[in-house]
Each structure stands twice: as C-alpha cells, then as structure tokens.
C-alpha cells in the first residue's frame, strides 16, 4: 500500500477539553506518524478559505463561527493509506454514526463540534497540507 501524507485538525472543542494528546494517542496507535504539528489559532479569513467548499452548505458561517471559537491543532499524519485509514480512525461526521472506538465516537459533543477534520481525498490532502505548512516544515 502507498505512503500517503494527510492533513488533520484537532478542533477548538476538543483543544479546549485537553483531548490533543489523547487524539494524537488514537493516530500512533494506528500506525500514522504526526511528522508535524502546530498549534494555531485561526484567523476568520483563514477558516473561510479552508473550509470555501463548503460555502453554499446552510451550517458555513456557524462552521466558520465555532473553526476560531479557539485554538486548532493542525498536523500533517504519514503512513500507509493515510487519508483513508484516518478517516476511519475519525469516524463518521455525524457522531451519532460514529463506530465505537473512533475518534468522533468518544469525543465529538455534536455533528459541528466534532473533534478532528481529516482530509476527504489525496488530492485534498496535498492542497489542505500546502495551505499550512511549508515542505521543510514536514519531518
Ligand atoms: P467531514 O469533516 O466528515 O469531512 P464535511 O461534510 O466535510 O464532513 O463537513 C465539514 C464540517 O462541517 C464537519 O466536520 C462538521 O464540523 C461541519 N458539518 C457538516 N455537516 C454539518 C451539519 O449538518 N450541521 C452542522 N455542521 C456540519
Ligand atoms: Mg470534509
């Protein structure tokens, strides 16, 4: 299988319940390697822009509202079939359909505040990772 790179969010409304270390835990565990990580906190501008796919969708502005409600942790995860395994890892958008033992199962608090973002597609991946790192940035 390929080795895929793909880009994570740790979300304001897990930063703000000190989840990120207990996230990260569900990403290693899995055998993706977090070969870089900051902590932001995202300007209004920013968020639209990362998020603009979704600008006609009904929850974009209070999407956008709860993306700088606080800090995010973006980071960029490495392994075998990335974007797809950590889709898995996260679970499904909606908590309530979220299989136990992913991340959206144990943490997300609703279908908004759902704890992680994660890249939907390679071609995403290599875009979303772009808009916050620099290559010299990924170890
Ligand atoms: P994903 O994060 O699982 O890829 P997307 O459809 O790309 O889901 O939606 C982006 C984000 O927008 C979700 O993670 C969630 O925070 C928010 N969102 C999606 N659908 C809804 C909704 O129906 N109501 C409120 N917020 C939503
Ligand atoms: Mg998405």
Redesign the pocket.
Known sequence: MPIEKTLSII?PDATKRNLTGLINAKFEKSGLKIIAQKRLQLTRSMAEKF?E??KD???YN??ID??ISGPVVVQVLQGENAVKLN?II?G???PEEAEEGTIRNEFAE?????S???S?SLENANAEITFFFANIELI
């Not at 609703?110 to 759902?114: G, K, Q, V, Y």
């Open positions: 979300k998020y796919v979704h969708r009904p929850f209070d999407l709860f993306m889709r996260m499904a958008t909606n609703s279908i908004e505040a759902n992680v973002h994660g939907d």
